[in-house]
């Protein structure tokens, strides 16, 4: 399908098949809504959308544009798993008013992973990893450095049975930078690819969202392990996470407060809660949304040529080197080539659907380790199966291989199954898309001129 749209003053576009993408004019833009049945065609026709036409006729002759989808292919999966996430602790010193997480314990018992667990998550990775030579493993929470010990023994035995397995691990995690000593950072940047840190943007709005539990804000604290961190970062990967909800509907001041704090990867994320909740993001909250990242979208062009230089995770697009067919249609791995394991060693999808029994796919405690675990097919073959080709909202969307249908856990939360995209959700991804192209072509078309 072809979309366009304007964005930044200017006219964009998308072939959502062949992805091929064109900064155009006004003429254009209502000439391909004529192609489209978008717009009825006035006689005679304007002699400068007559000539759009013919030239997107001529492009249209040449496969660019216009390009029938793809049928369905027999995309094939492998039992094989290659990343995991451990729920290293199922404790948190905060109480945020968003957490999906219900203070860190997913509805059960607070408690950390042991490091025999861990262990044993890493020996079911390797075991389970088949040919695959890169694996990941994901420290979450709660809050990870609660158990900072078990953190250490699981990198450090994870690197020594990678070695006998002629392996290699990529490590991350995600932490809320509130409990942390020199140590801890140090060990963080010497063996973590990646890691995620939360602040919400401005002080107000983090230390509203993001509180202790007796109430205090946390803003100065996760602050200041963040730049500490991003001082001796020097090039390694690495997010300042934040969280916007109905709030901070004016999030872009968020975005920049996180840049003039000294940070250049940024990613800030709509909240997902339950329609009463007060947070909640609502139906009529979009238009702001819409606009907010169309702000943002501008800013950004400014603060990238200048020394305020940041990267915002949702406008990174890659037009030449994108991802396969398999990752275009179904991109998430949850439940497939991802899974996540709680404290208690079983094992889930991913970490959204820890807790909730009725997607438990192994239990690592019950596991002969000699052998390969028969983890629920049932489970896994249905998130296998999951990808815009088994979601009836995705069909006519352009942004679909971009988002690839959403969040399992969000649809099935909230809708009741992963294949139920969720309605705002959608809305604010093909805004953001649009931002995203338009970003990327702008800033190449500056770079020429």
């Known amino acids: 399908m072809v979309h366009t749209f304007k964005c930044l003053d200017e006219y964009f576009l998308l072939?959502?098949?062949?992805?091929?993408?064109?900064?155009?004019d006004r003429p254009a833009h209502l000439a391909c809504k004529i192609l489209t049945g978008e717009l009825a065609p006035t006689q005679p026709l304007e002699k400068d959308i007559q000539e759009a036409l013919d030239e997107l006729d001529t492009l249209k002759k040449q496969g660019?544009?216009?390009?029938?989808p793809p049928k369905p292919s027999d995309i094939t999966y492998s039992d094989e798993i290659k990343s995991m996430c451990l729920n290293i602790s199922h404790r948190c010193n905060l109480r945020c008013k968003y957490c999906f997480a219900q203070e860190g314990s997913y509805g059960g018992k607070a408690m950390d992973m042991s490091a025999k667990i861990a262990r044993l998550a890493i020996d079911f990775l390797i075991k389970h990893s088949g040919s695959r030579r890169n694996l990941e493993a994901d420290f979450f929470g709660g809050e990870p450095l609660l158990n900072f010990e078990v953190v250490k023994d699981t990198v450090q035995y994870a690197l020594a049975q990678a070695q006998k397995a002629k392996k290699s691990f990529r490590f991350t995690i995600t932490t809320n930078g509130t409990i942390y000593n020199a140590e801890q950072i140090k060990f963080i940047n010497d063996n973590m690819?990646?890691?995620?840190?939360?602040?919400?943007?401005?002080?107000?709005?983090?230390?509203?969202?993001?509180s202790f539990g007796g109430g205090q804000g946390s803003y100065e604290k996760a602050l200041k392990f963040a730049q500490d961190f991003r001082h001796i970062r020097d090039e390694g990967e690495y997010y300042i996470r934040g969280t916007f909800t109905s709030r901070n509907l004016d999030f872009v001041a968020d975005v920049l407060s996180i840049n003039d704090s000294g940070f250049d990867q940024i990613s800030i994320e709509p909240v997902v809660l339950p329609q009463e909740h007060p947070l909640a993001i609502r139906q009529e909250h979009i238009d702001a949304i819409n606009q907010e990242y169309e702000k943002l979208a501008r800013e950004y062009l400014k603060r990238r040529k200048s020394d305020k230089w940041f990267n915002f995770f949702h406008f990174m697009i890659d037009f030449e080197g994108g991802p396969c067919e398999k990752k275009r249609v179904s991109a998430c791995s949850a439940g497939n080539e991802y899974i996540a394991v709680a404290p208690d060693g079983l094992i889930y999808p991913c970490h959204q659907f820890v807790g909730n029994q009725d997607f438990v796919l192994g239990d690592l405690k019950k596991w002969d380790t000699t052998q390969i675990m028969p983890l629920n097919q049932d489970i896994r073959r249905k998130f296998q199966a999951s990808n815009i080709h088994s979601k009836p909202k995705c069909q006519d969307c352009f942004a679909k291989y971009y988002c690839s249908g959403g969040c399992a856990a969000n649809n099935h939360n909230y809708n009741g199954d992963i294949n139920e995209p969720l309605d705002i959700m959608c809305r604010i991804t093909k805004k953001r898309t649009e931002c995203a192209i338009a970003v990327n072509i702008l800033e190449r078309v500056q770079a020429i001129d």
């Open 64 to 68: 660019v544009i216009f390009c029938e």
């Open 193 to 210: 690819s990646n890691v995620v840190i939360s602040i919400d943007g401005r002080k107000d709005t983090h230390n509203f969202h993001r």
């Open 15 to 24: 072939d959502s098949e062949s992805g091929s993408v064109f900064l155009i």
